[in-house]
C-alpha cells in the first residue's frame, strides 16, 4: 500500500506537463513537414519526440494502471493538437474571412477542427498503451516494447480514423521524393511504419539501455531504414522519368478564370464570369490543346439531368443550353457543374464537346456541413427542418473518355483521399484530372498544402495529376511526384501543358493497403496469444 502511494506521489502535474510538451513538439515536427515549410528532416524527430512523451508518463505511472490510459489520451492529443496547430493554422483566417468571426473566435472555433484531426494521434497513443502492456504480460518487461508498440498503433490509427484534412507523417515526405517513391508499392502507411520505425530506433540508440555496440547496431539500422528506400527510390525516379519520356503526348489546356467567393454568389454576374471563362479557353483552343479542363462548378448555373441527358451510365446529346456549339471550339470541355435531377442535387464534372455529353462523374467524397449534413440518415428529427445537402455519387467514384483517352475525375479534395482515389484505379484511367474550387481558403497557405498532399497519388498511381483550380494552385504532376507546371494563386491564367499518359499498374493499385492489414495481423496475432495464456488453467 505504501509502494503504491509513493508511486502515485510521484506522479505529479509537473510529469504531466513534461510528457504533453514533449508530445507537441512532436506534433509540430510533423506539422513542420508540410507545405509551406517542407521540412521533411525535421518530421523525422516526431515520432521519436511522442514516444519520449509516453515514456515519461510510462515511468511516473508505475504501480498506478488506473489513469493511464487517459493520459496517454492526453499525450497523444497534445501532438495531434500541435500537428493540425502547425498544419492547418489558415483555418483562422478562412474564418475571419469568410464566416466574420473576431479573432478569439475564429481560433475557438478552428481548435474544434484541431481537436477532431486530433483523432488519429489519440487513438493511437492510447493503442500504443495497450499494446506495451498486452507484450509486457507476454514476454515481461523487455527494452523497446513501448517504442515497437507505438509504431504498431500509430500505423493502424493513422490508416483507420477519419479526418477532413488527412494529415499524417508520410505526407510530410512529398518535399523527398527519393524517400516518397516507396508509396508506389505500399501507400502513405508504408511510408508511416519506415518513418516510425527508422524514428523509434534512433530514440532507442541515442537513449536506450542496454550494451553501447547493441545501440550503435539500432542505429545502424535507423539509418538503413531511410537510406536503403532513398536509393532505390532514386533510381526509381530515373527509370520512371525514362519511362514516361517515351509515351504518347496529351496536350491539356487549364483554364484558372479566378472567380472569389463574393462573386461566385453573385448571380447579376454569372453571364460575364461565363463570358470570361469562354475567352480564357478559347485563347487555349486556338494554340492547340487535346482537351480543355474547367475548375469545379465553374458553369455557374445549375444543369437539368434529365433534359441534358446527364448520366454516368447513358451519356448522349443534349441541347446546347452550355453554348459550346456556339463558341465552336475544336477541343473536348471537361468542367464542373451543379446537376439537378428531380430531388436531388450533385456536384459533377461533365465531358461535352459541340454535340454530346462524353460522360459525367458526381462527386462521392462531400464536405461535411458545407455540402453534406454528416449522419444525416441517423437524425430524423432534422429531416422536417434541414435539407441533407448534395448527394453523394457512387462510392468507386468515375472516369471519362475523351481525347482518346480515360481522365480518372477527382472532384475538390477527393484528390486528397488516398483510399477514393485507389477505387477510381478500378476504372483504369490513363490519367487524373482534378477540378477544384480553393477559392474558399483565401490568401492563405491551404491551396499550396493541398497542391503538396495531392502529389502523393500521383506517385501511388504512377498517373500523371492534372488540377484545374478556380483560384490556383492549378498545375501539371507528374507520375514521378513532380510539379511540372504551378500556377499562382488569385492570378487569371492559362496553362497548356504536355502529361504522359500510361496503363502501368503499381504494386498499390494491385493490392491496396496490405501494410495496414499487416498491422492489424500483428495485433490480432498478439491478442490471441495472450487470450490463450490467460485461459490456461493456474497449476
Known amino acids: 500500500m505504501t509502494e503504491l502511494a509513493t508511486s502515485a506521489a510521484s506522479f505529479t502535474r509537473p510529469v504531466m506537463a513534461r510528457a504533453c510538451a514533449c508530445a507537441a513538439l512532436g506534433g509540430v515536427a510533423i506539422g513542420m513537414g508540410g ?96 499494446i506495451e502492456r498486452l507484450l509486457r504480460e507476454l514476454v515481461g518487461p523487455r527494452p523497446a516494447t513501448l517504442e515497437l508498440a507505438f509504431v504498431l498503433a500509430t500505423g493502424i490509427a493513422s490508416a483507420s480514423a477519419p479526418m477532413i484534412f488527412p494529415w499524417r507523417i508520410g505526407n510530410s515526405q512529398t518535399g523527398l521524393l527519393a524517400l516518397a517513391q516507396i508509396v508506389e508499392l505500399g501507400g502513405l502507411p508504408l511510408l ?16 536506450g539501455p542496454g550494451h553501447a555496440r547493441a545501440r550503435v547496431l539500432v542505429g545502424v539500422a535507423a539509418v538503413a531504414l531511410l537510406a536503403v528506400p532513398s536509393a532505390w527510390g532514386a533510381h526509381r525516379l530515373d527509370e520512371v522519368r525514362a519511362e514516361r519520356a517515351r509515351r504518347a503526348p496529351l496536350v491539356v489546356g487549364l483554364v484558372q478564370h479566378d472567380f472569389d467567393v463574393p462573386e461566385r454568389f453573385d448571380a447579376s454576374q454569372w453571364e460575364a464570369q461565363l463570358a470570361i471563362t469562354w475567352s480564357l479557353a478559347r485563347s487555349l483552343d486556338e494554340q492547340g490543346v487535346d482537351v480543355l479542363l474547367w475548375p469545379e462548378s465553374s458553369y455557374p448555373w445549375g444543369l437539368r439531368r434529365l433534359q441534358l441527358g446527364l448520366s454516368p451510365r447513358s451519356p448522349g446529346a443534349y441541347p446546347d443550353e452550355i453554348g459550346l456549339s456556339t463558341q465552336r471550339l475544336r477541343a473536348p470541355i471537361v468542367l464542373g457543374a451543379m446537376t439537378r435531377g428531380d430531388d436531388d442535387v450533385y456536384n459533377s464534372v461533365i465531358a461535352i464537346d459541340a454535340a454530346h455529353v462524353l460522360g459525367v462523374v458526381d462527386k462521392t467524397r462531400l464536405m461535411p456541413f458545407s455540402e453534406r449534413i454528416p449522419l444525416w440518415e441517423l437524425v430524423p428529427f432534422l429531416h422536417g427542418v ?75 498511381t504512377r498517373r500523371d495529376l492534372v488540377r484545374t483550380v478556380n483560384t490556383g494552385v492549378s498545375g501539371v504532376v507528374s507520375s514521378t511526384g513532380e510539379t511540372l507546371v504551378r500556377t499562382g494563386v488569385f492570378e487569371r491564367t492559362t496553362v497548356r501543358a504536355i502529361v504522359r499518359p500510361s496503363d502501368e499498374l503499381t504494386p498499390w493499385v494491385r493490392y491496396g493497403d496490405l501494410t495496414t492489414a499487416g498491422l492489424w495481423g500483428v495485433v490480432l496475432a498478439l491478442l490471441t496469444r495472450w487470450l490463450r495464456a490467460r485461459a490456461r488453467p493456474r497449476a
Open 35 to 130: 507545405a509551406p515549410y517542407e521540412a521533411f528532416a525535421i518530421a523525422w524527430m516526431g515520432p521519436a519526440l511522442i514516444v519520449l512523451g509516453l515514456r515519461a508518463l510510462r515511468d511516473a505511472a508505475r504501480g498506478d494502471e488506473r489513469k493511464s490510459l487517459r493520459r496517454a489520451a492526453l499525450v497523444g492529443l497534445s501532438a495531434g493538437l500541435a500537428s493540425n496547430a502547425t498544419t492547418c493554422a489558415w483555418v483562422v483566417d478562412l474564418l475571419r474571412t469568410y464566416a466574420y468571426m473576431p479573432a478569439p473566435i475564429a481560433w475557438l472555433v478552428a481548435s474544434l477542427l484541431f481537436l477532431a484531426q486530433s483523432l488519429p494521434f489519440v487513438l493511437g497513443a492510447m493503442l500504443a498503451w495497450a
Open 192 to 207: 508511416d511504419l519506415v518513418l516510425g520505425l527508422a524514428s523509434v530506433l534512433a530514440l532507442i540508440a541515442l537513449l
Open 386 to 460: 434541414l435539407r441533407p445537402g448534395l448527394t453523394p455519387g457512387p462510392r468507386e467514384g468515375g472516369a471519362i473518355d475523351v481525347a482518346g483517352q480515360r481522365l480518372g475525375i477527382l472532384n475538390c479534395y477527393e484528390d486528397l483521399m488516398a483510399d477514393h482515389v485507389w477505387r477510381v484505379m478500378s476504372h483504369r484511367p490513363t490519367v487524373l484530372s482534378n477540378h477544384t474550387n480553393d477559392a474558399w481558403f483565401g490568401r492563405t497557405r491551404a491551396p499550396g498544402l493541398h497542391h503538396f498532399l495531392a502529389r502523393m497519388r500521383a506517385i501511388e
